[in-house]
């Protein structure tokens, strides 16, 4: 089976910190992509990734920046985090584009 | 720029009945399909996805969906709920021939299926 591995189920973190949430699938897919799930609003993609250092804007890519140096791991940064960065992040990836993605659990920041 | 639409917050069923959850698309191409489903404290899961060929895909755990490209549509169905299909539903869209290609999600419809 396709594990995807959030690196922490929850977080709490102050305003104005660097926060890193880290990434890491074990099948050797080409894509993984960010997302973060707030109610009522599903789930907006933050960023995504089609190879290794490439990467490419979502549809809410401000106030984050990401991170691929290898195949398997796919970092996620709030460079200063803010209340309203609040929410669960959820990672994927997928073998190609027309096949499903593989989700984490899923990590719910809490920024204070 | 592709979207996807779930018109319904939550659908209410009875245990047995026939459920239907509601997703619409927006692509410029052509669109690859997909429904998951999310159970409480849990990441999300896939049930089934539409890429080509027949119009009626069949899931996991008895669900199907009609791919309709005249109404851009590609509603969740499944026969008889269960209690234990109450859920999250999440719809997705693809378009093959948008730079990116990314994956657009819809804002998601909680399944109540009441025994």
């Known amino acids: 089976d396709v594990k995807v591995t959030q690196s922490s189920r929850y977080l709490v973190k102050r305003t104005g910190e660097k926060v890193f949430l880290e990434c890491v699938q074990d099948?050797?897919?080409?894509?993984m992509f960010w997302y973060r799930q707030d109610p009522g609003l599903g789930l907006r993609l933050i960023y995504f990734?089609?190879?290794?250092?490439?990467?490419e804007k979502g549809d809410i890519p401000e106030g984050y920046s990401v991170s691929r140096e290898k195949k398997e791991r796919f970092s996620l940064i709030l460079e200063s985090a803010s209340t309203n960065q609040t929410s669960m992040y959820l990672c994927?990836?997928?073998?190609?584009?027309?096949?499903?993605?593989?989700f984490g659990q899923g990590t719910r920041l809490t920024v204070v | 720029a592709q979207s996807v639409a779930q018109p319904e917050d939550q659908v209410n069923v009875a245990e047995g009945n026939p459920l239907t959850v509601k997703c619409t698309y927006s692509?410029?191409?052509?669109?690859?399909l997909f429904w998951y489903v999310q159970y409480p404290n849990r990441g999300l899961q896939f049930l089934l996805k539409?890429?080509?060929?027949?119009?009626l895909v069949k899931g996991s755990y008895g669900f199907e969906a009609e791919f309709n490209k005249s109404q851009t549509s590609f509603h969740l169905k499944k026969p008889s709920a269960l209690v234990s299909d109450s859920a999250l539903y999440f719809c997705?869209?693809?378009?093959?021939?948008?730079?990116?290609?990314?994956?657009?999600f819809g804002g998601g419809t909680r399944v109540l299926v009441k025994p």
């Open positions: 692509v410029s191409g052509n669109p690859y």
């Open positions: 539409y890429i080509t060929g027949d119009n």
């Open positions: 997705a869209v693809r378009d093959i021939k948008a730079a990116g290609n990314k994956l657009t």
């Open positions: 994927a990836s997928s073998f190609q584009w027309n096949t499903e993605a593989f």
């Open positions: 990734s089609y190879d290794v250092k490439m990467k």
């Open positions: 099948m050797d897919h080409e894509n």
